[in-house]
Nanobody, 126 residues
Framework: QVQLVESGGGLVQSGGSLRLSCAVS????????IGWYRQAPGKEREGVSC????????YYSDSVKGRFTISRDNAKKTVYLLMNNLKPEDTAVYYC???????????????????WGQGTQVTVSS
């Protein structure tokens, strides 16, 4: 059974840091790209970052580039999102997602991701 479970969210002051974790089960990180999406109240869902399976290439949205870092530990079956210099506009529920197809580069269409975690809330106070 495929599962993705996020953790690490919380309340942090502007300029602070958080590290989100996404523990996966039911499949191998060697095969599937994993992405992070976020959604704030009243706003559209936004793709934040992604890491591909085969070569570990990473993708970041312009809004987080230079501040967020995605990484993975295949042995621990966990993907991380380190978020530095957080801003109030980063406040959202963050979801980790699995690509619907194996062995391909990161894709930007959220419809291409077939499994989503339950989400973890990140709140950045000003």
């Amino acid at each position: 059974q495929v599962q993705l479970v996020e953790s690490g969210g919380g309340l942090v002051q502007s300029g602070g840091s958080l590290r989100l974790s996404c523990a996966v089960s039911g499949f191998s990180l060697d095969y599937y790209a994993i992405g992070w999406y976020r959604q704030a109240p009243g706003k559209e869902r936004e793709g934040v970052s992604c890491i591909s399976s085969s070569d570990g290439k990473t993708y970041y949205s312009d809004s987080v580039k230079g501040r967020f870092t995605i990484s993975r530990d295949n042995a621990k079956k966990t993907v991380y999102l380190l978020m530095n210099n957080l801003k109030p506009e980063d406040t959202a529920v963050y979801y980790c997602v699995r690509d619907g197809l194996p062995f391909r580069p990161c894709v930007v269409n959220p419809g291409e991701y077939d499994y989503w975690g339950q989400g973890t809330q990140v709140t950045v106070s000003s």
